[in-house]
């Protein structure tokens, strides 16, 4: 979802679901689930209703409220390019040096 910076609308809200030991799913306010579907190419990342499709992610935290997902079923992140505005993917091998790239994703607490 591409959105302006500061958008707190529900479709830019993300639940974790912690599934134990670093492992975690995320879930949209609405209940649904983030899948990957085929090789994780941009696009590829859509959603489910079915928790049992849900992908499943190593959940990689980093200081100043960063993190990374990494997929356990194809061992790439997700990210969204910062300078193609291509949709989210999970192909990515890891961050850039300067964690720029646009797998190195940005968490904050809603109440």
């Not at 590829?44 to 992908?55: L, S």
């Not at 960063?66 to 505005?85: A, C, D, I, W």
Request: hydrophobic share 30%.
């Amino acid at each position: 979802h591409d959105t302006h910076p500061g958008d707190k609308s529900d479709q830019t809200k993300f639940i974790i679901d912690d599934r134990g030991c670093g492992i975690v799913s995320l879930k949209c306010v609405d209940g649904r689930y983030v899948k990957v579907f085929g090789d994780g190419l941009p696009g590829d990342v859509r959603f489910t209703n079915d928790i049992m499709e849900a992908e499943v992610f190593l959940w990689q935290d980093y200081l100043n409220q960063e993190f990374m997902l990494l997929s356990l079923r194809n061992h790439r992140y997700v990210g969204k390019s910062p300078t193609t505005g291509s949709p989210y993917s999970m192909d990515y091998t890891g961050p850039d040096p300067a964690r720029r790239n646009g797998s190195v994703l940005c968490w904050e607490e809603i109440k």
